[in-house]
């Protein structure tokens, strides 16, 4: 009778454990589903951080969206550019597309007037073309900026777009 | 003197019609680039046309920004869903990357719970990855969807996600 009580007594625990475990795994995974379901993803409509000051005139902010290193081979970012802000002069081997997504800019390719670009606008940049783009005189400008063949491209920096250059829209 | 008040007469009209000539050519020269400025760029917010519907359930539309004959070497379109709308199980050899631009949706990898997906999300789908993408129960999505290395990616259409798969979000 002893030896059988202790027996049950056994059983009942192991069986309680196991119920403890089961609702623990059961707790664990809803937890992680819920934390999956919710995580917070990379926003393209944040700011991001100072844009290097060598390249560009004026406040710009740069959001690195996807990074050449993720293995998509393009280099995808939101910028963002106060206004009268802008890149200095430059040009993509592999070309660069321009999705507007908030306020009202400028782009200039080398020998061109100023077009007006606004949200909305798919601006395509055609390879080793000289070019700027930029916030207009009063308002700001955001757009994702994509180099796609990041590993074929080469991105060469030149002189800034003086006031005069600026001005001419 | 009747000569010579010919020539006169000769020489004013030549100098009349030069004139006319540069006042056309500077209203040519005007109009053109006022064209140029304010030309009406491809605009990625909007719809497009219906989406193919072997590929599809519910109303989807696609507007094609960037065509892989452009010479980018990758493809991107504006894509939006009407709600409880969605693409069928499918694939890209080369991923794909969706920036959502509007509303919000739902994202589902094979083997992994339902995500919600809205405005502002960059949403990395890996290589080879079978999954869905479409908006939620009550609301639209539309984002803007890039295969790079158009070149070697081949993508691979799949079974309708059904309403028991749809529904466990």
Known sequence: MINSNLREKKIRLLLT???FLFIGIAAVKAQVNSNYKNQKMTSFT????????ANFTGTVWVNM???????YNIN??????????RTNWHK???????FVIEGIGYYQEKGKPIQLIQKGDV??????????H????????RHIAI??????????WLQPVSDEEYNTY
Chains 1, 2 share one sequence.
């Open 17 to 19: 454990l196991l119920g």
């Open 46 to 53: 944040d700011k991001g951080n100072a844009a290097p000051a």
């Open 65 to 71: 969206n996807v990074k050449p290193e993720e293995g």
């Open 76 to 85: 995808a970012g939101t910028v963002t550019f106060e206004p009268k802000a």
């Open 92 to 98: 993509h081997s592999s070309g660069q597309l321009l």
């Open 123 to 132: 601006v395509k940049i055609p390879k080793n073309t000289e070019h700027w």
């Open 134 to 141: 930029g916030a207009s005189n009063d308002s700001m400008m």
């Open 147 to 156: 180099v796609p063949e990041y590993d074929k491209d080469k991105t060469e």
